[in-house]
Structures are given as structure tokens and as C-alpha cells.
T-cell receptor, first 112, second 117 residues
């Protein structure tokens, strides 16, 4: 069974569209995250979500919004997509505040 | 803010030999957590090894071990008996205990490891 899953794995869309990426973890973890990996492979935290508390990296545009319907899910919504949003987006979860993070398989987003 | 530096963009090693990947970090905190993650071409991020800063003993996981030098803020990864399946990007990551711990990992830029058969 996949511990952290993301859908879709690939997403191609046009500028200006709105899209969502879903993330689910079946590990019973309390904290979930979204990371962005750019074309140079650099990984950067976007959001973390713990016990209904959302912490946003200040560099993330407000076009990006995470939504958590329950503890096992943290979906990423992106409005008005731009070319610079093209990247691989990773969801991750952690069993506690100070533990390692387990990553999903990533979603490659291409904006044309 | 913490920073993580991996000074080797690419490393190459012969199969069955040993290779060491370097990582340094900058922090003013005394307690923190360090990790090495592996990203093969499949792009899945895989945890390799973890080290708590309060532990003096270096972590070991089978063929993978670290050399943690807290005073020097250095956290290198040694891979022994390299195998073809070790070929991947390797990322060093720092986790701060501050901010409730919900501020994610700070990653280095990665080292691309090539295994020569």
C-alpha cells in the first residue's frame, strides 16, 4: 500500500487555468506538507499543516492554497496558473513535529 | 534562517568503492535534526538516514553512515560498497525544532551521484 499518494502524477495545462493536486496519507501522521522542486532540482517548503494550523512560506504567491478536508488529506489548489509554476510538487507527511518526512511520488506540473 | 550547502554538484565512483558526499549547514540553534534523502530517476524522495544533533554517535544504516561534526556544522554521508542502484540525487536536509516544528525541511541543492560499473 502506498503510504503517501498524489494525483495526478502528471498535469499539463494552459496559463490562466485553475488546477488542483490531491494528496493522501494512510500513515496516521499529524503533519502534512507541500514542497516545490524547480527545474534545477531545488526543493523548497511551501506549506505545512498540523492540527488545523496552516503555516505558509512567505514567498508563496496567494494563488496557491492548501485545503485539508481531514487529517489524511492535504490538497493543493492553484489559481491563474503561470509559466513559472511549472515544477514538480511533492506532498509529504510526518508522524510528529520532530520526525522525518515521508514523501509522495510527486506531481509534474507543466504550464504552457 | 538556516542554510544547507552541498558543495559537490556531481560525484562519480566505481561500483563497490566508497564515496563521501559533503554537507555543511548554518544555524544558531543547538538542537536540530539532519537527514539525507535520495532521489533516483523515478523522482521518489527516499529517506536514507537521520541524525539528531544531541546524539554524539554517528548514525548508520547498513552501507550508509554519516560523519556528524556539530562544532564544524558538517554532516557528510558515506556510502560503502557502492551499487548501481545507489545512483541518484542526494539531498542533505535540516529540520529546526523551532516554530512548533511545522516549518518543513531546509534542503541543500543536491549532489548527483554517478556509479561507474
Amino acid at each position: 500500500d502506498t503510504a503517501v499518494s498524489q494525483t495526478p502524477k502528471y498535469l499539463v495545462t494552459q496559463m490562466g487555468n485553475d488546477k488542483s493536486i490531491k494528496c493522501e496519507q494512510n500513515l496516521g501522521h499529524d503533519t502534512m506538507y507541500w514542497y516545490k522542486q524547480d527545474s534545477k532540482k531545488f526543493l523548497k517548503i511551501m506549506f505545512s499543516y498540523n492540527n488545523k494550523e496552516l503555516i505558509i512560506n512567505e514567498t508563496v504567491p496567494n494563488r496557491f492554497s492548501p485545503k485539508s478536508p481531514d487529517k489524511a488529506h492535504l490538497n493543493l489548489h492553484i489559481n491563474s496558473l503561470e509559466l513559472g509554476d511549472s515544477a514538480v510538487y511533492f506532498c509529504a507527511s510526518s508522524p510528529g513535529l520532530y520526525y522525518e518526512q515521508y514523501f509522495g511520488p510527486g506531481t509534474r506540473l507543466t504550464v504552457t | 534562517a538556516q542554510t544547507v550547502t552541498q558543495s559537490q554538484p556531481e560525484m562519480s565512483v566505481q561500483e563497490a568503492e566508497t564515496v563521501t558526499l559533503s554537507c555543511t549547514y548554518d544555524t544558531s540553534e543547538s538542537d536540530y535534526y539532519l537527514f539525507w534523502y535520495k532521489q533516483p530517476p523515478s523522482r521518489q524522495m527516499i529517506l536514507v538516514i537521520r541524525q539528531e544533533a544531541y546524539k554524539q554517535q554517528n548514525a548508520t544504516e547498513n552501507r550508509f553512515s554519516v560523519n556528524f561534526q556539530k562544532a564544524a556544522k558538517s554532516f557528510s554521508l558515506k556510502i560503502s560498497d557502492s551499487q548501481l542502484g545507489d545512483a541518484a540525487m542526494y539531498f542533505c536536509a535540516y529540520r529546526s525544532p523551532s516554530g512548533g516544528g511545522a516549518d518543513g525541511l531546509t534542503f541543500g541543492k543536491g549532489t548527483h551521484l554517478i556509479i561507474q560499473p
